[in-house]
């Protein structure tokens, strides 16, 4: 694969299950070192924690994206990693959101990047992009029932 093809955007979104329930500040643990490291290397996206399952979008250079994912899998806080989209993208369509956390419980509105989980995602998930179809899916708890699912097929 050529260089050029390397930086191009891409986007991967998968979703897992966490391996325990995370409290709020390991929430923002997690959120501060992602945004830190995803943002020396141009990739956002954003992140939903629900009932302890994760979402991810990461969007940006591919070869960065590719890397990220990788080191994803092998994190100690997931578990049962599935990858649900990865696709080539004319621009990145979560750039505003700069690695957004989509918070489910209230709880953490006054973190940096929060976003109202009914709200906001609901607007983000209006559209026909693979993407945003694949929000409404996580929403609706199809994703969710996935990575539960097989996690208790294979426990």
């Known amino acids: 694969m ?3 093809k390397l930086l191009q955007p891409f986007q991967i979104i998968y979703a897992s299950l966490a391996t325990n329930d995370l409290s709020g500040e390991e929430i923002r643990s997690l959120l501060d070192i992602a945004r830190r ?3 020396s ?8 924690y629900h009932e302890d399952c994760f979402l991810q979008v990461l969007e940006g250079p591919r070869i960065a994206v590719e890397a990220i994912y990788k080191h994803l899998q092998t994190d100690p806080r997931h578990q ?6 990865k696709q080539e993208i004319e ?12 918070d489910t ?14 709200e906001k995602l609901d607007g983000e998930a209006e559209g026909d992009t693979a993407a945003r179809k694949v929000l409404r899916r996580f929403k609706a708890g ?3 029932d996935i990575v539960r699912d097989d996690l208790a097929e294979t426990g």
């Open 142 to 144: 199809s994703w969710r």
């Open 80 to 85: 049962n990693v599935k990858l649900l989209l």
């Open 105 to 118: 419980d209230g709880q953490n509105g006054g973190l940096k990047g929060y976003v109202d989980y009914i």
């Open 41 to 48: 290397v141009k990739v956002g996206g954003m992140l939903v």
């Open 2 to 4: 050529g260089n050029e």
């Open 91 to 102: 621009e990145n369509e979560f750039n505003e959101w700069s690695m957004a956390y989509i």
């Open 37 to 39: 490291n995803n943002a």
